[in-house]
């Protein structure tokens, strides 16, 4: 079998990727290979659902740059094909001298990545938009905004498929090989396939597709994202989606609150490191994977950096009284009989050999094969345009 591009991994990445493709040659042929039974099982389909703004980006780094372009190309899709979404717009919350000093970083950060019309807040302000929320400060980030992106995955899919993309699902990936010529991918089914280009968009064990041709100085290290859901008697608390200021030394959001497009509300998520790749629960532990995340010297040196953050972040997940508190040091009047076990989501977060987290997008390309190996958060909101990224790779 022979084609112009294997896709591997149906996530929405891997989606928009086959979704630029065939805007942009047309005529091409295309297969998308997935181990699972279908499309965005797991980060694309376990996320908070948040069109992100892209506040929190480095200036001139990618993920800046592509949240920035994917998110006028997610709207625009949204509006085409009438994908319910909402620009609601959300607070970063301060409550503390330290956190004020960050949220005025932050500040800087929106208007250097272009956003407009970004408002500083004090304790009073902060009422009119959220008037159960304690803070001392605030940004309000008008562009801000919530949709389903299962509902976009399904979409694209659709789409895909009439314009003849093929599909192999419950198929796995054994082995990658360059060649001159083409390249070839070996998998589970006791098939070949062959193609002049290769995009690896596997997610969780995109590190290890990457392995078979590169050189790799990280490793996909999985950490579990835990929800929980207040309960219908308490969603008067939140109007739309409410954040504390990040640690600009972590790069995880902070658990934060967040009506979903039918207007329940969720909060999370946590980070606590997962015992296997695709550890959705405390009790899900794959040893192999295990072993092979605690042995790697960089996850040995992350460990050293950041043994108290992820102490709170363990306990936090075992104690449904210390999630309660993170919620609290928001919003003073939730209680504990407000909130219920929720989802969650596993992130998949490039470590490299010296401990430090890979926190931008990061895509390697080499002998017509790519990788896409760092695509974390705002992966959903910035797909369109880290797919047109990949297309324009191709020569």
């Given at each position: 079998?022979?084609?112009?591009?294997?896709?591997?991994?149906?996530?929405?990445?891997?989606?928009?990727?086959?979704?630029?493709?065939?805007?942009?040659?047309?005529?091409?042929?295309?297969?998308?290979?997935?181990?699972?039974?279908?499309?965005?099982?797991?980060?694309?389909?376990?996320?908070?659902?948040?069109?992100?703004?892209?506040?929190?980006?480095?200036?001139?780094?990618?993920?800046?740059?592509?949240?920035?372009?994917?998110?006028?190309?997610?709207?625009?899709?949204?509006?085409?094909?009438?994908?319910?979404?909402?620009?609601?717009?959300?607070?970063?919350?301060?409550?503390?001298?330290?956190?004020?000093?960050?949220?005025?970083?932050?500040?800087?950060?929106?208007?250097?990545?272009?956003?407009?019309?970004?408002?500083?807040?004090?304790?009073?302000?902060?009422?009119?938009?959220?008037?159960?929320?304690?803070?001392?400060?605030?940004?309000?980030?008008?562009?801000?905004?919530?949709?389903?992106?299962?509902?976009?995955?399904?979409?694209?899919?659709?789409?895909?498929?009439?314009?003849?993309?093929?599909?192999?699902?419950?198929?796995?990936?054994?082995?990658?090989?360059?060649?001159?010529?083409?390249?070839?991918?070996?998998?589970?089914?006791?098939?070949?396939?062959?193609?002049?280009?290769?995009?690896?968009?596997?997610?969780?064990?995109?590190?290890?597709?990457?392995?078979?041709?590169?050189?790799?100085?990280?490793?996909?290290?999985?950490?579990?994202?835990?929800?929980?859901?207040?309960?219908?008697?308490?969603?008067?608390?939140?109007?739309?989606?409410?954040?504390?200021?990040?640690?600009?030394?972590?790069?995880?959001?902070?658990?934060?609150?967040?009506?979903?497009?039918?207007?329940?509300?969720?909060?999370?998520?946590?980070?606590?490191?997962?015992?296997?790749?695709?550890?959705?629960?405390?009790?899900?532990?794959?040893?192999?994977?295990?072993?092979?995340?605690?042995?790697?010297?960089?996850?040995?040196?992350?460990?050293?950096?950041?043994?108290?953050?992820?102490?709170?972040?363990?306990?936090?997940?075992?104690?449904?009284?210390?999630?309660?508190?993170?919620?609290?040091?928001?919003?003073?009047?939730?209680?504990?009989?407000d909130i219920s076990s929720g989802g969650a989501g596993v992130r998949a977060q490039a470590v490299k050999s010296n401990g430090e987290m890979v926190d931008d997008f990061l895509i390697i390309s080499k002998n017509n094969i790519i990788n896409v190996c760092n695509a974390p958060s705002p992966a959903a909101t910035a797909s369109f345009a880290i797919g047109e990224h990949i297309s324009n790779l191709i020569k």
């Amino acid at each position: 079998m022979k084609y112009d591009f294997i896709i591997v991994g149906a996530g929405i990445v891997g989606l928009s990727t086959a979704y630029s493709l065939i805007h942009k040659y047309p005529d091409s042929k295309i297969i998308i290979i997935e181990k699972e039974e279908t499309f965005s099982k797991h980060q694309s389909g376990n996320n908070s659902n948040v069109i992100h703004s892209g506040i929190y980006y480095k200036p001139g780094s990618s993920k800046a740059i592509n949240c920035k372009k994917g998110y006028d190309l997610l709207l625009k899709f949204l509006k085409e094909y009438n994908i319910p979404h909402e620009i609601c717009g959300k607070l970063i919350v301060a409550n503390s001298d330290d956190e004020i000093n960050e949220l005025m970083v932050l500040f800087e950060k929106g208007k250097k990545n272009g956003l407009k019309g970004l408002k500083i807040l004090d304790s009073e302000q902060i009422k009119n938009y959220e008037p159960y929320v304690n803070g001392l400060k605030a940004i309000h980030v008008p562009q801000a905004g919530i949709t389903d992106y299962k509902l976009v995955s399904k979409k694209i899919y659709e789409i895909l498929k009439d314009k003849g993309v093929k599909f192999s699902f419950n198929t796995k990936v054994l082995n990658i090989k360059n060649g001159s010529g083409f390249n070839r991918v070996f998998t589970n089914c006791n098939e070949e396939i062959r193609a002049n280009y290769i995009v690896n968009v596997a997610g969780l064990y995109s590190d290890k597709l990457a392995k078979m041709n590169f050189e790799i100085d990280y490793k996909i290290i999985p950490f579990r994202g835990e929800y929980y859901n207040l309960k219908p008697s308490a969603s008067y608390l939140v109007k739309n989606l409410i954040y504390p200021v990040p640690d600009p030394n972590f790069p995880f959001l902070g658990v934060h609150f967040t009506r979903r497009i039918n207007n329940s509300i969720e909060s999370g998520p946590n980070a606590v490191f997962a015992f296997s790749r695709e550890g959705y629960k405390m009790s899900i532990i794959n040893f192999k994977e295990l072993f092979e995340s605690i042995s790697y010297i960089g996850f040995l040196k992350l460990i050293k950096l950041y043994w108290k953050e992820g102490i709170i972040e363990m306990y936090r997940s075992f104690s449904k009284y210390a999630y309660l508190k993170s919620l609290q040091k928001l919003i003073p009047e939730i209680k504990i009989s407000d909130i219920s076990s929720g989802g969650a989501g596993v992130r998949a977060q490039a470590v490299k050999s010296n401990g430090e987290m890979v926190d931008d997008f990061l895509i390697i390309s080499k002998n017509n094969i790519i990788n896409v190996c760092n695509a974390p958060s705002p992966a959903a909101t910035a797909s369109f345009a880290i797919g047109e990224h990949i297309s324009n790779l191709i020569k």
